[in-house]
């Protein structure tokens, strides 16, 4: 197993553009979650996924973000209408929650938006 | 509300040198784990060192150890023989058991190991 993948590594778009991003998790993890970070900052959770439903969405998170995981494996991450303050880290994580042994969950490299 | 704090926002030690990393937290729950992860400069976060509120006996994983104080809601994290690959960020996270599963951050204390 290769870890979790993310995609693209890099993004820049215009301000008003839609984007998106793929996570690919580890393959037998039944969570994946969603977090973005600033400069300096830890994460801050987005949303998560146990198999392919959503459980929870941060109540700080836009209208204009959606997420979205069929099949419950890789994930998509959508912004539509980017503005200036999305500027920031994605970051996927993943974990299996089934065994009380392996709750940690592992991370991607992130995907790093700059919005102009 | 449960919370994550980490007094030190930065630190820097010499190279061969022992640090020790703050982390205090409050939850009401019982079950609950704690982690320690690194984030080096332009890399993604790993897993340092995981802790389960159960067990009294304090993690270690090769140069790094944790003294879990769980009364006192304390957990630090102790890097011995520091070595240059240790600069990062580092992490404290609290995932609660009886919630849902998500981790509550620390705001990170920034590591520099100087030569």
């Known amino acids: 197993d290769t870890g979790v993948s993310q995609d693209p590594r890099h993004k820049i778009t215009k301000r008003g553009q839609n984007v998106t991003f793929r996570c690919d998790p580890i393959?037998?993890?039944?969570?994946l979650y969603w977090y973005r970070q600033t400069l300096g900052q830890g994460p801050e959770f987005l949303t998560y996924?146990?198999?392919?439903?959503?459980?929870?969405k941060s109540r700080l998170l836009s209208d204009r973000f959606s997420a979205e995981r069929p099949k419950g494996s890789f994930s998509t991450l959508e912004i539509q209408r980017t503005e200036q303050g999305d500027s920031a880290m994605y970051l996927c994580?993943?974990?299996?929650?089934?065994?009380?042994?392996?709750?940690?969950?592992?991370f991607g490299p992130g995907t790093r938006l700059t919005v102009t | 509300a449960q919370t994550v704090t980490q007094s030190q926002p930065e630190m820097s030690v010499q190279e061969a040198e022992t640090v020790t990393l703050s982390c205090t937290y409050d939850?009401?729950?019982?079950?609950?784990?704690l982690f320690w992860y690194k984030q080096p400069p332009s890399r993604q976060m790993i897993l340092v060192i995981r802790?389960?509120?159960?067990k009294q006996q304090n993690a270690t994983e090769n140069r790094f150890s944790v003294n879990f104080q769980k009364a006192a809601k304390s957990f630090s994290l102790k890097i011995s023989d520091s070595q240059l690959g240790d600069t990062a960020m580092y992490f404290c996270a609290l995932l609660p058991m009886d919630s849902n599963y998500q981790l509550i951050w620390g705001a990170g204390t920034k590591l520099i190991i100087k030569p």
């Open positions: 994580a993943s974990s299996f929650n089934r065994r009380t042994s392996e709750l940690e969950q592992y």
């Open positions: 996924f146990q198999n392919e439903a959503q459980l929870e």
């Open positions: 802790q389960e509120a159960y």
């Open positions: 939850t009401s729950e019982n079950n609950y784990y």
């Open positions: 393959s037998e993890h039944n969570r």
